[in-house]
């Protein structure tokens, strides 16, 4: 990491599936500072939480760390990072991570992979990872996105649909395929500057229809670099199963 590298979290408190969500416990702590530990434990210098909830922001103090209030009405993370950015009055060619506040296993090695991806390629504005999917379930399901890569290391499209389209497979009732497509996980590093302009910037129709924010960084024209993540993490919490499993994994 360099000095002006910082990794933001944000946290809204309240989840429809799962309210209070930050707050939830994983042990000892809630979930907020798990999260964090996971941030600290990558070695950033710079790390803060954005929330939209006093509560969240008086855990993380409690937690030795440092939150910072935002608006309630913000709609997306990355809309969350903005406003703490422009308070913090990030340059524009500092690098922002956004490690989401339900990915209290998100390994610490990922939060330098994709930092470093986005400084080894000064040609785009953000970058993100994926990992192999090699299960048919996986690769039909609308609640794993998928996402199409070029062989510069730059992100083509993503999709809550099966892509890439298998034509000469059956998916889902044989074949011999060892791997579908890849996952994209919900970890970025955007250039501060252009976080900026994302955030400023209207969403497209193909975004209001995949419900898929990155696809509007596409169509703005801007370049996403991706590479294959050097970990598979587990997936983050939204429903109270993923809590229950995450609990065991992290308690046992």
């Known amino acids: 990491m360099q000095a002006d590298d910082w990794i933001i979290i944000p946290a809204r408190y309240q989840a429809t599936r799962l309210p209070g969500k930050p707050l939830l416990r994983i042990g000892d702590k809630p979930m907020i500072c798990h999260v964090l530990d996971r941030a600290r434990e990558s070695g950033f210098e710079h790390i803060v939480v954005a929330t939209d ?3 969240v922001q008086e855990a ?6 440092r939150a910072i209030l935002t608006s309630e009405g913000h709609e997306s993370g990355s ?5 703490v950015a422009d308070f913090l009055d990030l340059p524009d060619e500092a690098v922002v991570i956004n490690l989401q506040g339900d990915e209290p296993l ?3 090695v990922l939060l ?3 930092a470093q991806l986005l400084r080894d390629h000064p040609e785009a504005s953000m970058a993100t990872l994926m990992v192999p999917i090699i299960d048919r379930t996986e690769f039909h399901n609308p609640d794993v996105v998928k996402v199409v890569a070029n062989n510069q290391g730059q992100a083509l499209y993503f999709s809550r649909s099966p892509i890439p389209h298998h034509r000469d497979e059956h998916i889902g009732t044989g074949g011999d395929i060892d791997m579908f497509g890849f996952r994209h996980l919900g970890l970025y590093a955007y250039r501060a500057g252009f ?3 994302f955030v400023a910037t209207p969403s497209p129709e193909i975004e209001r229809f995949e419900k898929l924010e990155q696809l509007r960084a596409l169509a703005m024209g801007a370049l996403i670099a991706i590479d294959i ?3 598979t993490p587990a997936t983050g919490v939204d429903t109270e199963h993923d809590l229950e499993r995450v609990r065991t994994l992290l308690l046992d």
Do not use: K
């Open 53 to 55: 909830d006093e509560r």
């Open 60 to 65: 993380v103090h409690e937690h030795g760390g």
């Open 79 to 83: 809309d969350r990072l903005a406003e």
């Open 106 to 108: 998100m390994p610490p």
């Open 112 to 114: 330098n992979q994709v």
């Open 195 to 197: 976080l900026r302009r």
């Open 229 to 231: 993540a050097e970990q």
